[in-house]
Nanobody, 124 residues
Framework: QVQLVESGGGLVQAGGSLRLSCETS????????MAWFRQAPGKEREFVAA????????YYADSVKGRFTISRDNAKNTVFLQMNSLKPEDTAVYYC?????????????????WGQGTQVTVSS
């Protein structure tokens, strides 16, 4: 059974930083493209960042480029999202997702497995 478990969310002031982690089990982690999505209240789930299987390539939404960094540790079956210079509009539930086949995508329908999400709240 595939499991993705996020952690690291919380409440932070604008301008602050948080580091999210997502530990996976039940699959060969290095076989999957990994991504982070987020969903704010009343809004659609949106793409944040993705990383290739090796971690050598990364992709970002324009809204987080230059502030967020995605990385992965294949030895620890974990993907990370370092979030700096946080803004109130970054407030959302953050989800990690795994894609079994194919290249990275910014479409949520392309991903096969999801975590339960972790809340990030940025106060102004």
């Amino acid at each position: 059974q595939v499991q993705l478990v996020e952690s690291g969310g919380g409440l932070v002031q604008a301008g602050g930083s948080l580091r999210l982690s997502c530990e996976t089990s039940g699959r060969t982690f290095s076989s999957d493209v990994m991504a982070w999505f987020r969903q704010a209240p009343g809004k659609e789930r949106e793409f944040v960042a993705a990383t290739s299987r090796s971690g050598g390539s990364t992709y970002y939404a324009d809204s987080v480029k230059g502030r967020f960094t995605i990385s992965r540790d294949n030895a620890k079956n974990t993907v990370f999202l370092q979030m700096n210079s946080l803004k109130p509009e970054d407030t959302a539930v953050y989800y990690c997702a795994a894609r079994v086949g194919g290249n990275w995508s910014n479409r949520k329908s392309a991903y096969d497995n999801w975590g339960q999400g972790t809340q990030v709240t940025v106060s102004s």
